[in-house]
């Protein structure tokens, strides 16, 4: 069963043209993250929510939002893709803080190519 | 930023072989988590550790935290091709920040 769950597994965009990737979980955990892994590098975090709260990375792009309607779903939007953001995005959720023991949970991944 | 090192970059083993692969902070941290990703997957948890010397064994594989919360490593005793994929260690600045270290391959021939 899935607990977190990416969409689309794979997404084509063209060079500066608006894209949004989609994570939803069934763990009701109240944070949400976004990672950005590229080839045979380590997971870089983007941002996370901790329930309706926003926390960007301070050399996160403005070229990346996050959204997060509701407690199962946070969206990725890249405004204007460049070929540099080809990529791994993962999506990953966790109970609580990470500080105090909470492990988190990965979704398959969505991967990025950008024409 | 503060920074997990990891190391070594690679590891090429043969079947059978140990594997040690290390992580090292300058700053004290309050857990260290250890991931796998096979080739074309995504980090699924291993094990987390929080206290000072803590030793934790899973089958073949060992996990350490040093005494002054700082260090880390992960051992495999008698590799099998299972084995193969990357292994991160990661841990928590702030609340919810994690940092990945760079991340160890293996590699095991049959």
């Known amino acids: 069963d899935a607990m977190v769950i990416q969409n689309p597994r794979y997404q084509v965009t063209q060079f500066g043209k608006p894209v949004t990737l989609s994570c939803s979980q069934t763990l009701n955990h109240n944070v949400m993250y976004w990672y950005q892994q590229k080839s045979s590098q380590a997971p870089k975090l983007l941002f996370h929510?901790?329930?309706?709260?926003?926390?960007n990375e301070a050399d996160t792009p403005d070229n990346f939002q996050s959204r997060r309607p509701n407690t199962s779903f946070c969206f990725l939007d890249i405004r204007s893709p460049g070929l540099g953001d080809a990529a791994m995005y993962l999506c990953?959720?966790?109970?609580?803080?990470?500080?105090?023991?909470?492990?988190?949970?990965f979704g398959p991944g969505t991967r990025l190519t950008v024409t | 930023g503060q920074q997990v090192m990891q190391i070594p970059q690679y590891q090429h083993v043969q079947e059978g072989e140990d594997f040690t692969t290390y992580c090292n902070s300058s700053?004290?941290?309050?857990?260290i988590q250890w991931y796998k990703q096979r080739p074309g997957g995504h980090p699924v948890f291993l094990i987390q550790l929080v206290k000072s010397g803590e030793v934790k064994k899973q089958k073949r594989l060992t996990f350490q935290f040093g005494e002054a919360k700082k260090n880390s490593s992960l051992h495999i005793t008698a590799t099998q091709t299972t084995d193969v994929g990357t292994y991160f260690c990661?841990?928590?600045?702030?609340?919810?920040?994690?940092?990945f270290g760079a991340g160890t391959r293996l590699t095991v021939k049959p």
């Open positions: 929510y901790y329930d309706k709260d926003f926390n």
């Open positions: 990661a841990a928590p600045y702030n609340n919810n920040d994690m940092r």
């Open positions: 990953a959720t966790s109970r609580d803080s990470l500080a105090r023991g909470d492990e988190q949970y």
């Open positions: 700053t004290t941290l309050s857990n």
